[in-house]
């Protein structure tokens, strides 16, 4: 008579004879790694000087938030207003925090393109000094029309 087989038993078997314990952490330190790489290229576009030459890849507009989009005027009234500035990323002194970096690269992800002409919204000071409380960062979308990505800090 046969005996009884464990189905589950079986296939841990099946799957640890193909698969190492060190085969799957040294795949999980490649994905890290790749994650990290993908990080600082993301964290030097945000910080270098965007190339003229090369235009921003297109967007597909269907996939964005609405209320994320503003127009030039809306963000100029804004800056003049509360004396912000509305400059290019690479003139940020302060550390771009980690949600940023993130959040870029989920918008990266989704609409599967490379950001490269970013835009800040801060106060005067912070574009100078290394402080980092309150910008808004944006791409620009084209027809000066400007993206929200990500926004930290609490005092504006």
Same mark, same amino acid.
């Given at each position: 008579?046969?005996?009884?087989?464990? +189905?589950?038993?079986? %296939?841990?078997?099946?799957?640890?004879?193909?698969?190492?314990?060190?085969?799957?952490?040294?795949?999980?330190?490649?994905? %890290?790694?790749?994650?990290?790489?993908?990080?600082?290229? +993301?964290?030097?576009?945000?910080?270098?000087?965007?190339?003229?030459?090369?235009?921003?890849? @297109?967007?597909?507009?269907?996939?964005?938030? @609405?209320?994320?989009?503003?127009?030039?005027? $809306?963000?100029?009234?804004?800056?003049? $207003?509360?004396?912000?500035?509305?400059? $290019?990323?690479?003139?940020?002194?302060?550390?771009? @925090?980690?949600?940023?970096?993130?959040? +870029?690269? !989920?918008?990266?992800?989704?609409?599967? =393109?490379? %950001?490269?002409?970013?835009? +800040?919204?801060?106060?005067?000071? /912070?574009?100078? /000094? !290394?402080?980092?409380?309150?910008? /808004? /960062?944006?791409?620009?979308? &084209?027809? $000066?029309?400007?993206?929200?990505?990500? =926004?930290? &800090?609490?005092?504006?």
């Amino acid at each position: 008579m046969l005996s009884k087989t464990n +189905i589950e038993e079986q %296939l841990k078997r099946s799957r640890n004879k193909r698969i190492t314990s060190e085969a799957i952490l040294a795949e999980v330190h490649a994905i %890290l790694a790749q994650n990290e790489t993908i990080r600082a290229g +993301i964290k030097s576009r945000l910080q270098g000087i965007p190339s003229p030459d090369k235009p921003s890849e @297109p967007i597909d507009i269907s996939h964005l938030e @609405p209320q994320r989009i503003y127009e030039l005027q $809306d963000i100029k009234k804004i800056c003049v $207003d509360y004396r912000l500035r509305f400059l $290019d990323a690479y003139y940020f002194k302060g550390p771009f @925090p980690s949600e940023a970096i993130s959040a +870029i690269r !989920e918008f990266e992800k989704i609409h599967n =393109t490379r %950001l490269e002409h970013f835009k +800040i919204m801060a106060p005067s000071k /912070l574009l100078k /000094l !290394e402080n980092a409380d309150d910008p /808004l /960062l944006f791409i620009p979308l &084209g027809n $000066d029309y400007f993206y929200l990505i990500h =926004t930290w &800090g609490n005092d504006l």
